[in-house]
T-cell receptor, first 111, second 114 residues
């Protein structure tokens, strides 16, 4: 599975959009981009995933560049409860069932 | 149940003691994973089950670690002769299938070896 690179930490103001970048320049054609987050003392929580089209659900939006070498997770209106570590993971869907976590981005939402 | 349940939530073990950590996956989920998460690090894969079959145990750090899922539902991760470096949060995750969507994680068991 391709490796990902994320900034170690970010912060944003409550109510503003949080844009979390991820670089996956070695991604291959059959690899998906997954995002998970981990709130303190909890297990990781699935947020969203995509292949090449932008995706949106009730939690977030995922923007994947046309060359698929990077992506951005957008939390449109961040709340204090969104403070967490966010993990960007690249994974093949067919045979690579494992999620390989990196160090993630620690997002702090400020009041 | 509604989610993945892990017990105990916290475990303190003396060095050399054996421990058993339990995972109750979501009913009907065929895939089950164990991860180890050291303080300040991302989770690291330990082992994977599809129903009762352990298909991948490549992440188990030593032969002191053993996992089982005899009836394809509840799983137990056993650590023999615990050592201080085994101190970590042990996470269990389950999934209905290998494809699509995401896995559901439990809240983990925090193991402290003293």
């Amino acid at each position: 599975d391709a490796k990902t690179t994320q900034p170690p930490s970010m912060d944003c103001a409550e109510g503003r959009a949080a844009n979390l970048p991820c670089n996956h320049s070695t991604i291959s054609g059959n690899e998906y981009v997954y995002w998970y987050r981990q709130i303190h003392s909890q297990g990781p929580q699935y947020i969203i995933h995509g292949l090449k089209n932008n995706e949106t659900n009730e939690m977030a939006s995922l923007i994947i560049t046309e060359d698929r070498k990077s992506s951005t997770l957008i939390l449109p209106h961040a709340t204090l409860r969104d403070t967490a570590v966010y993990y960007c993971i690249v994974r093949r869907m067919d045979s690579s069932y494992k999620l390989i976590f990196g160090s993630g981005t620690r997002l702090l939402v400020r009041p | 149940g509604a989610g993945v349940s892990q017990s105990p939530r916290y475990k303190v073990a003396k060095r050399g003691q054996d421990v058993a950590l339990r995972c109750d996956p979501i009913s009907g989920h065929v895939s089950l994973f164990w991860y180890q998460q050291a303080l300040g690090q991302g989770p690291e894969f330990l082992t994977y089950f599809q129903n009762e079959a352990q298909l991948d145990k490549s992440g188990l750090p030593s032969d002191r670690f053993f996992a089982e899922r005899p009836e394809g539902s509840v799983s137990t991760l056993k650590i023999q002769r615990t050592q201080q470096e085994d101190s970590a949060v042990y996470l269990c995750a389950s999934s209905f299938s290998l494809t699509g969507g995401g896995y559901t994680f439990g809240s983990g068991t925090r193991l402290t070896v003293v």
